[in-house]
């Protein structure tokens, strides 16, 4: 039975390169617009920001209108905008008087696509009959990771051979991963999250005491990961004065490697240790290493410390979703839309805070990063709320009464 389940897992998979695809390839270019267009990094941070609240939009439209057109529509939408919004980047930014809007309305275009993909992708994993689901779930949500990976490495690759001036067309060669999964999610098996109208409703959840608790968590998972993953190839390049290709490798990417061998490790490691717990640590690990990169002196330092973050949030955001389904088994597509709405928000909330401080603080990128501290340290205190008002309460998770 699981074997033909194998289509949706790969299709869930790419959507997921996609997503990778699309929040990674821009911040890539950030010192290049910086340069060719003359945008300013006030300006630089809008563009994540747009991403993020985007894709916050798409999280609330899709809490009204997933489970009425369905989940093989939804999808199949995703990877046309991503793939749209990846072709207009090429042009769109050299035929409009301000190249800065350009490259604003395909970020939102492509921003749609990845946040469809981002509120979907979990549920349709979630419904298939695997065994282990929170180890699935981390896998699946790896896949962003090994994305993120080889659009880092395999740009680098290609601006070191061509040149960055031929950037455009790398955006067009990016942008065939999603038409070519069109075709997956079409043809694939996909199961329904929960009976039609047995999910909780949005003031179902709302109401539940709980719920705004996973909403923190997802928030702060959303910025803690989201700060050093869009600044860290502009951190390397102007702040640790390293070369592009150099930065880009050990700075993102080594971020990317290292996020996606976390959440590889849950995998093989998962039944034998408490989620929450190891989200606490997750946390106060985040912590020291925005200390590192912050505070560094050298650029090697920096570099661990952006590289090392990737570990310690690489468990944040799949385990903040598998913990959510396990108390809340019957949230349905409305909860994953409000989980994927939250990280986007603290998602969009924490590059833009790095980016105006660092605005402030005369192009300091360095003292910019040091300022998104916060967010690592909130998170474990959650995760350890979580796990207090779990033992509190001892309950069956499918008889959970909402309060």
Not at 90 to 107: D, E, H, K, Q, V
Not at 262 to 276: A, E, G, M, Q
Not at 304 to 332: D, N, Q, T, Y
Request: proline content about 4%; overall charge neutral; some cysteine.
């Amino acid at each position: 039975m699981k074997k033909q389940y194998k289509k949706t897992l790969l299709a869930c998979y790419l959507g997921f390169v996609t997503q990778a695809i699309s929040a990674n390839f821009a911040p890539l270019l950030f010192i290049t617009f910086y340069k060719t267009f003359n945008i300013s990094f006030s300006e630089l941070a809008l563009i994540p920001t747009c991403f993020y609240i985007t894709q916050i939009i798409v999280d609330f439209v899709c809490t009204k209108i997933v489970d009425k057109i369905g989940y093989r529509i939804s999808i199949i939408v995703s990877e046309i905008t991503s793939a749209l919004g990846l072709i207009g980047l090429a042009f769109l930014p050299n035929l409009l008087p301000s190249p800065f809007m350009g490259i604003i309305i395909c970020t939102i275009i492509y921003a749609v696509g990845s946040g469809l993909i981002e509120v979907l992708c979990s549920p349709i994993i979630e419904a298939c009959p695997f065994e282990n689901k929170d180890g699935m779930m981390s896998l699946l949500h790896s896949f962003y990771c090994w994305g993120a990976v080889g659009v880092i490495l395999l740009s680098t690759i290609f601006f070191t051979i061509f040149g960055l001036d031929h950037w455009r067309i790398l955006s067009c060669i990016w942008a065939l991963i999603p038409l070519y999964n069109v075709y997956n999610f079409a043809t694939c098996p996909i199961e329904p999250i929960v009976e039609d109208g047995k999910g909780m409703t949005m003031k179902e959840l709302f109401k539940t005491n709980i719920f705004w608790l996973l909403i923190i968590l997802m928030i702060c998972a959303g910025s803690s990961e989201a700060v050093i993953a869009q600044w860290s190839s502009a951190f390397a390049e102007s702040s640790l004065n390293i070369s592009k290709s150099i930065g880009d490798l050990v700075g993102p990417c080594g971020f990317a490697f290292f996020m996606g061998l976390s959440r590889v490790l849950y995998v093989k490691f998962n039944n034998k240790i408490d989620l929450k717990v190891f989200m606490v640590f997750s946390g106060l690990m985040c912590f020291c290493c925005y200390l590192l990169a912050g505070l560094a002196t050298t650029p090697l330092l920096g570099l661990i410390g952006c590289m090392l973050c990737g570990f310690s949030v690489g468990i944040m955001w799949p385990g903040s979703i598998s913990i959510s389904s396990s108390i809340l088994p019957k949230g349905g597509t409305t909860m994953f839309a409000l989980l994927a709405l939250a990280g986007d928000l603290g998602a969009s909330i924490g590059p833009a805070i790095v980016g105006n401080i660092s605005q402030i603080m005369a192009d300091n990128l360095q003292f910019g990063i040091l300022s998104g501290i916060g967010f690592p340290i909130i998170l474990a205190i959650s995760a350890f709320a979580i796990k207090k008002w779990q033992q509190r309460n001892l309950v069956n998770h499918s008889d959970l009464e909402l309060k």
